[in-house]
């Protein structure tokens, strides 16, 4: 579903930066990490309940891997994959689904979980980097549509048995909120949780101040975490989640080709968008609604979070001359610290 932890994962990363907020070393918190995904999670929390809970994170975490890896053979979404039948689902994956169907039409299908074979076809899958015919491209196009799958009596039903799901741009946010439900159970009152780049922060940190998240300056050659900073946003109680391209990207023939591909065409989206951050009030939709507006591009995506004030939006964008843009909705302005 996401890269192997041995690569680069594929959405814009975020920096917890314990610097700027005066992280110390306070028993009273602890941190845990490890693998998941394909990729990395962190997380700090206030160890309200007197013990390491990194044992039932994991249980967690390898629930979420059974449903919906695409890298794991095993997995749900693989067996779902393969399946010419109808496929029973458990509860925490209609959950999933009946999210990402509100999401493909509000966004008008830019979101689109069945874009999975053309991310195959264009090597972003867990095959190898490679360039697909338009011959090719107008073929799977023919398999990718959220309509063309549908919900009933808890069973998934493809409308063509060659329709594959691939929840990459929805499940690391989900994972957080599984996880953030958890903690939320035991009471913890502070906590940050980030899988993959996608986090949700709760309460205060060590220093009894809001969060403070590093989003990353979106330039080819910012291979290595928090190397660049372009803003940094303070926040509690609220989820954060960046997409963008500039890791995850390859050039053939001079022609730079990003993982985000546009379910419309079958391309990888070609705008001036080079990273978009979404703030809200939990990581699935932040995770999915940053996706939809890479695909959307600049003045879609920004007239869209304008008709969602539940949303706050930062993008960064290309500029004619070549230097970097921004916009901003008012209401992460004062998120923003200067």
């Given at each position: 579903m996401a890269l192997s932890h041995k690569k680069l994962f594929a959405a814009v990363t975020f920096v917890i930066l314990y610097s700027i907020a005066g992280y110390s070393a306070d028993p009273e918190f602890l941190k845990i990490s490890g693998y998941t995904q394909g990729t990395t999670y962190h997380i700090t929390y206030q160890n309200t309940v007197g013990r390491d809970i990194q044992p039932e994170v994991e249980q967690r975490l390898q629930l979420i891997d059974q449903l919906f890896s695409n890298y794991n053979p095993n997995s749900l979404v693989s067996q779902i994959n393969k399946s010419k039948a109808p496929v029973p689902i458990p509860p925490l994956m209609e959950q999933l689904l009946l999210k990402c169907f509100q999401i493909y039409k509000e966004s008008e299908g830019a979101f689109d979980i069945t874009v999975g074979p053309l991310v195959e076809a264009w090597g972003f899958g867990p095959s190898k980097q490679k360039q697909p015919t338009a011959k090719e491209i107008d073929s799977l196009l023919k398999i990718v549509g959220l309509t063309k799958i549908k919900l009933k009596n808890h069973r998934l039903i493809k409308s063509d048995p060659r329709i594959r799901l691939d929840?990459?741009?929805?499940?690391?946010?989900?994972?957080?909120?599984?996880?953030?439900?958890?903690?939320?159970?035991?009471?913890?009152?502070?906590?940050?949780?980030?899988?993959?780049?996608?986090?949700?922060?709760?309460?205060?940190?060590?220093?009894?101040?809001?969060?403070?998240?590093?989003?990353e300056t979106p330039s080819d050659n910012n291979l290595l975490q928090g190397e660049q900073i372009q803003k940094v946003i303070a926040v509690s109680n609220k989820a954060v989640s960046t997409s963008g391209n500039y890791r995850r990207f390859y050039i053939s023939n001079g022609i730079k080709y990003a993982h985000t591909i546009n379910p419309h065409t079958g391309y990888p989206a070609q705008n001036t968008l080079l990273s978009v951050t979404i703030v809200a009030s939990n990581c699935t939709d932040a995770d999915a609604y940053a996706t939809a507006c890479m695909v959307m591009g600049l003045e879609k995506a920004i007239q869209f979070v304008k008709n969602k004030p539940q949303l706050a939006a930062y993008f960064i964008f290309s500029k004619p001359n070549g230097e970097y843009g921004e916009f901003v909705t008012e209401n992460l302005k004062k998120h923003i610290l200067p």
């Open positions: 929840f990459n741009a929805i499940a690391q946010g989900f994972t957080v909120d599984f996880l953030a439900q958890y903690f939320d159970s035991l009471g913890i009152p502070n906590y940050l949780i980030e899988v993959g780049g996608e986090l949700y922060a709760r309460g205060t940190n060590a220093s009894g101040q809001q969060w403070r998240i590093g989003v």
